[in-house]
Each structure stands twice: as C-alpha cells, then as structure tokens.
C-alpha cells in the first residue's frame, strides 16, 4: 500500500515550544487523521481533517490540509513533555480500504 | 466508542513455534478487520485485510501460508505467525471500520511479538 511522507523524522525541542509536523501523500483521499503512539503502546487518534476541510482545532492540536498539494501539517503549541510520542498521519481513500499510515515523526520535549 | 480487545499484549516464543494474535470487537460487528504490523522505529504497514466468512487479502510481500488470517464471526479475526522466526519479531495490531465513530476506524492496542 502506498506510504505518505513525513517530516521531519525526529523532532526535539523545549517544553513550552511549539512543534510542526508534516505529512504528505500521494493519490486523493476522503480524510486524513493523525494518531499519537507512545514508545511501544497502541495507537491515540488525536483529530480527523475532511478532504473539504482546510483547518480544523482541538485543544493544543492544529491541523491542516492542503489538497491541492497532497499535504497535511500537524501542530501542537505549549508542547509538554508529555508529548513525547510518535505521530502519525493515516489517510482515508474511499470506501471500506485500510488507512495508510505515514512514516511518522518522532518527537522529543525536553522539559 | 467501538472497542476492538487485541490478546495478547505481548508474548514471547521460541523458533519454529507458532503463535495466534486475537481481535475481538466488543460492541459493533467487523465485516473487516486490517491488520498491521510496525517494526522498532518504523511506521504501521498492512499486512492483510480480513473479512468475514472469505479468504484474506494479503499485501504484496506477505507470505500467506506464514500468517494464517481466519476471520470466522463478525466478533473474532485471529492471525496466526507460523514457524515464527527471529526476524518476525514485532508489533501487530489490528483495526476495523466502525461507521458508527467519528473517524470511522478504531484499533486493537496491538501485540509485541517477540521470537528467540
């Protein structure tokens, strides 16, 4: 299945700073979401963007999506060390297919 | 939310044995149930999609007759490493579609393989 791409593969900043993640991919998609996946654990889905959407909120979460580039951004503001995970951004293609995961992007917050 | 309860967690076997990976899902029926698998540092990649009463669909590169996918019930996916080997220590998990969520996909918490 084909695999998206993600950068930056790791990222390390300062709690308090603010962390962007990107994720492009390849062919037209329903949806693309965003999974957080601490050392070793399961899958955390942290938002769903829409193919008609541009930006979407939650929390400390901001994404975005750019279809007419094939390219989504991930950004988290006043990161905490408890930020610290893998993530990953899955896009949805149509009907009853399986999400295909990016290559994720490590991030580290040092406290 | 639609919960999918993945057993066991983590387990570890010796070469040549074979091990089952269960997913059941609890609360809503799985026509279909994908399943992945994520070496140490990389990305979730599919390795099957399972649907109920029919034979499995693998991914190019994945040896059918290694990973037995049984997918019996609309409750119940079983995959099954055969003759498993070192280099097929890893993390497994699994996901079924759930039109009744948000997003439409929830996941089992995965299975860490490990083979000595």
């Known amino acids: 299945s084909q695999q998206g791409e993600e950068d930056p593969q790791a990222l390390s900043i300062q709690e308090g700073e603010n962390a962007t993640m990107n994720c492009s991919y390849k062919?037209?998609?329903?949806?693309l979401q965003w999974y957080r996946q601490n050392s070793g654990r399961g899958l955390v889905h942290l938002i769903l963007i829409r193919s008609n959407e541009r930006e979407k909120h939650s929390g400390r979460l901001r994404v975005t999506l750019d279809t007419s580039k094939k390219s989504s951004s991930l950004l988290i503001t006043a990161s905490r060390a408890a930020d610290t995970a893998s993530y990953f951004c899955a896009t949805d293609y149509s009907g009853n297919t399986p999400l295909v995961f990016g290559k994720g992007t490590r991030l580290s917050v040092i406290a | 939310g639609a919960v999918v309860s993945q057993h066991p967690s983590w387990v570890i076997c010796k070469s040549g044995t074979s091990v089952k990976i269960e997913c059941r899902s609890l609360?809503?029926?799985?026509?279909?149930m994908f399943w992945y698998r994520q070496f140490p540092k990389q990305s979730l990649m599919l390795m099957a999609t399972?649907?109920?009463?029919?034979?499995?669909?693998?991914e190019q590169g994945v040896e059918k007759d290694k990973f037995l996918i049984n997918h019996a019930s609309l409750t119940l996916s079983t995959l099954t490493v055969t003759s498993a080997h070192p280099e097929d220590s890893s993390f497994y998990i699994c996901?079924?579609?759930?039109?009744?969520?948000?997003?439409?996909?929830?996941f089992g918490s995965g299975t860490r393989l490990t083979v000595v």
């Open positions: 609360d809503f029926q799985a026509t279909t």
């Open positions: 399972s649907n109920e009463g029919s034979k499995a669909t693998y």
């Open positions: 996901s079924a579609r759930d039109p009744s969520s948000g997003y439409g996909y929830t």
């Open positions: 062919t037209s998609i329903n949806n």
